[in-house]
Structures are given as structure tokens and as C-alpha cells.
């Protein structure tokens, strides 16, 4: 059965210091999204792409967050600088297409900042 | 605006015990429903759905949920609770023609043998 993968599952990191996450969406699936899910909460979205493009950032936190999908399939999420308040568990998920209501998760990145 | 109420972050139950974990949703307009599972480190697994039809949603793994549009709910049920079943349950809900789920916090379901 097709996954959806992330690297690496766990980091630990330094304040100030820059952080990168990689997920590999299912083969196949146009939309990827990244969620943040922070401790005793429900995940919330950060970015959502259709194939190469942004077409919802709006929960990202813009001024240390960015995320690229150069050519449409893999993605990649970073925070530079990290901050105390970034530890959280980091989800990728993908669909077949932006119309599609079944979202597929990955196992996540476990992020702690020290 | 969308937001969804997990009202009971833990459940306690002992195993073959019935179960139901509940969720209240508040929506401007009309939504599908989702109940997702995630395990510890783990990432989030489809329970069920409803999308239209019939208000009582048959899932993997046993459980059920019913839609009750009237109270806006829901609520999740499984006849019988397994050890297995120790994990946390997600409500969410997605606006229909708008790809974006909206979470709920969280129920953590402990079961005791």
C-alpha cells in the first residue's frame, strides 16, 4: 500500500539554529499539505499546494517558515530561526486533487527545540 | 467560521466496555465529517467519514459514528473496546467544496484490561 513519507521522524534542535523536513506524498497525488500539530491539540494546517503552487499559506508563519515543492512531487518545510515555541509534531498529508476529500497522513516529524 | 469541540480530552474505559467520544461542530455552512485515529508518534488514520445519505457511518475496526444535523454532533461508538484501541481520536470537520479540514483537540481514549 502507497505511503506517504517524511525525514526524519524525530530532531532536536537549538533555538536560533535553521531546521528542514522532507515528505514524499503518494505517488500520483497533486495536493500536499504540511500541518503543525503542537502538543494536546489538533493538527492545523500550515500550507497547502496544488502540484507546484501555494493555494493556501495563510496559517504560516512567513517571517521564519517557508516550504517549497519545486517540481510538483516531494516537498520540503523550513524554519529558520527555530524558536522554543515551533516544538511540535510536523504532518505531511496528500490527496489526488484539490477537490478530493480524503487526505492521506504521514507518520510525521517530531520536532523539540532546546 | 468552522470549530469543532472534542468536550472530553480523556476516556477511561475498560476493556469490552462500550465507548463514545464526542464531537460538536459549529459551521456557517454545510460540512463533511471525518473521525481520524493517530497512535502514539504516529500520524493520522481515517476512521470514517459522511459525506451524504445515510446518518449512521460504518467504519474500520468496529466503530460507528452518527451524523445529527438538529445538535450539530458527531459522536463516535464502538460496541465493545479492545487494549488495542488505546490511542487518540480526532474529530474534523471540511467545508463541502473547500479541501481544508478543521480539528478538533483531541480525545484520548485509555483502555484498561
Known amino acids: 500500500e502507497a505511503e506517504v513519507a517524511q525525514s526524519p521522524r524525530y530532531k532536536i534542535t537549538e533555538k536560533s539554529q535553521a531546521v528542514a523536513f522532507w515528505c514524499d506524498p503518494i505517488?500520483?497525488?497533486?495536493?500536499l499539505y504540511w500541518y503543525r500539530q503542537i502538543l494536546g491539540q489538533g493538527p492545523e494546517l500550515l500550507v497547502q499546494?496544488?502540484?507546484?503552487?501555494?493555494?493556501?499559506d495563510s496559517q504560516l508563519p512567513k517571517d521564519r517558515f517557508s516550504a517549497e515543492r519545486l517540481k510538483g512531487v516531494d516537498s520540503t518545510l523550513k524554519i529558520q530561526p527555530a524558536e522554543l515555541g515551533d516544538s511540535a509534531m510536523y504532518l505531511c498529508?496528500?490527496?489526488?486533487?484539490?477537490?478530493?476529500?480524503?487526505?492521506?497522513f504521514g507518520p510525521g516529524t517530531r520536532l523539540t527545540v532546546t | 467560521a468552522q470549530s469543532v469541540t472534542q468536550l472530553d480530552s480523556q476516556v477511561p474505559v475498560f476493556e469490552e466496555a462500550p465507548v463514545e467520544l464526542r464531537c460538536n461542530y459549529s459551521?456557517?455552512?454545510?460540512?463533511?465529517l471525518f473521525w481520524y485515529v493517530q497512535y502514539p508518534n504516529q500520524g493520522l488514520q481515517l476512521l470514517l467519514k459522511?459525506?451524504?445519505?445515510?446518518?449512521l457511518v460504518k467504519g474500520i475496526n468496529g466503530f460507528e459514528a452518527e451524523f445529527n444535523k438538529s445538535q450539530t454532533s458527531f459522536h463516535l461508538r464502538k460496541p465493545s473496546v479492545h487494549i488495542s484501541d488505546t490511542a487518540e481520536y480526532f474529530c474534523?470537520?471540511?467545508?463541502?467544496?473547500?479541501?481544508?479540514?478543521?480539528f478538533g483537540s483531541g480525545t484520548k481514549l485509555n483502555v484498561k484490561p
Open positions: 498529508a496528500s490527496s489526488l486533487g484539490a477537490r478530493s476529500y480524503e487526505q492521506y
Open positions: 474534523a470537520v471540511m467545508p463541502t467544496g473547500f479541501n481544508k479540514f478543521y
Open positions: 459551521s456557517s455552512v454545510s460540512v463533511y
Open positions: 459522511y459525506l451524504s445519505g445515510s446518518t
Open positions: 505517488s500520483g497525488h497533486a495536493t
Open positions: 499546494f496544488q502540484d507546484e503552487s501555494v493555494v493556501d
